[in-house]
Nanobody
Framework: QVQLVESGGGLVQAGGSLRLSCAAS????????MGWFRQAPGKEREFVAGISWSPGSTLYEDSVKGRFTISRDTAKDAVYLHMNSLKPEDTAVYYC???????????????WGQGTQVTVSS
């Protein structure tokens, strides 16, 4: 059974940092592109960042550029989202996703995790 499991969310003050992790299991994800999305209450899910299968080309949503960094450890089938200078507007449930056909905001992702809550207090 293919699973993506996020972890690392929590409550942090504005200006703080968090590192989200996404562990993949059930198959090797070395050939999959990975993405992070988020959904705030009352809003649609939005793309945050994506990373290619190899050698790791990345894309970022404009509001997180320079603050967030996506990375992956292919040997561990894991992808990370390093979040710095967090703002209250970053508060959302963060989801990781995996797909074979791109790592952008409109790419068709095949697998999704259950999400992890990030709350940034002002």
């Amino acid at each position: 059974q293919v699973q993506l499991v996020e972890s690392g969310g929590g409550l942090v003050q504005a200006g703080g940092s968090l590192r989200l992790s996404c562990a993949a299991s059930g198959r090797s994800f070395s050939s999959y592109a990975m993405g992070w999305f988020r959904q705030a209450p009352g809003k649609e899910r939005e793309f945050v960042a994506g990373i290619s299968w190899s050698p790791g080309s990345t894309l970022y949503e404009d509001s997180v550029k320079g603050r967030f960094t996506i990375s992956r450890d292919t040997a561990k089938d894991a992808v990370y989202l390093h979040m710095n200078s967090l703002k209250p507007e970053d508060t959302a449930v963060y989801y990781c996703a995996a797909g074979l056909r791109g790592w952008g905001p409109t790419s068709p992702y095949d697998y999704w995790g259950q999400g992890t809550q990030v709350t940034v207090s002002s």
